[in-house]
C-alpha cells in the first residue's frame, strides 16, 4: 500500500534549522518524483522543492534556494527536506507528495495537479 508519511515538524526561532521527513513505504527509487509543498492558513498551496528520485534531480522554489536541501535515503525508502536559515513566512503545513512521472522542470514540479499521493502534513512554525 504505497503512503507517505511526513515527521519532523514543529516550533522554531527564526534562524534555526529544521529537517522534515518524508517516509514512503510502497514507492520504489524508479520512476518517481517526490516533492515538498506547503500551506500557509488563508494561502494556496505552493511548491518547495522536488527530487526525480531515479536520477537525484533537484529543484527549489525561488524563495528557498539557497536555504533549502531535498534529498533522499534510498536505503529507507525516505525523503528529506533540510530547512536553514528559517525565516517567520516558512510557517505552514508542509506536505510532501508523490507522483509516477520523472519530472525534469521546476515548472513541472511545482503544479500539484501532477501529484498522485500526498502525505497527512506536518506543521512548521517561525517564531521568536
Known amino acids: 500500500q504505497k503512503q507517505l508519511v511526513e515527521s519532523g515538524g514543529g516550533l522554531v526561532q527564526p534562524g534555526g534549522s529544521l529537517r522534515l521527513s518524508c517516509a514512503a513505504p510502497g514507492f520504489t527509487k524508479n520512476g518517481y518524483t517526490i516533492a515538498w509543498f506547503r500551506q500557509a492558513p488563508g494561502q494556496e498551496r505552493e511548491g518547495v522543492a522536488c527530487i526525480n528520485w531515479s536520477v537525484s534531480s533537484t529543484y527549489y522554489a525561488d524563495s528557498v534556494k539557497g536555504r533549502f536541501a531535498i534529498s533522499s535515503d534510498d536505503s529507507k525508502n525516505t525523503v528529506y527536506l533540510q530547512m536553514n536559515a528559517l525565516e517567520p513566512e516558512d510557517t505552514a503545513v508542509y506536505y510532501c507528495?508523490?507522483?509516477?512521472?520523472?519530472?525534469?522542470?521546476?515548472?513541472?514540479?511545482?503544479?500539484?495537479?501532477?501529484?498522485?499521493?500526498w502525505g497527512q502534513g506536518t506543521q512548521v512554525t517561525v517564531s521568536s
Open positions: 507528495a508523490a507522483t509516477l512521472r520523472m519530472l525534469n522542470l521546476w515548472s513541472f514540479c511545482e503544479q500539484s495537479g501532477r501529484y498522485d499521493y
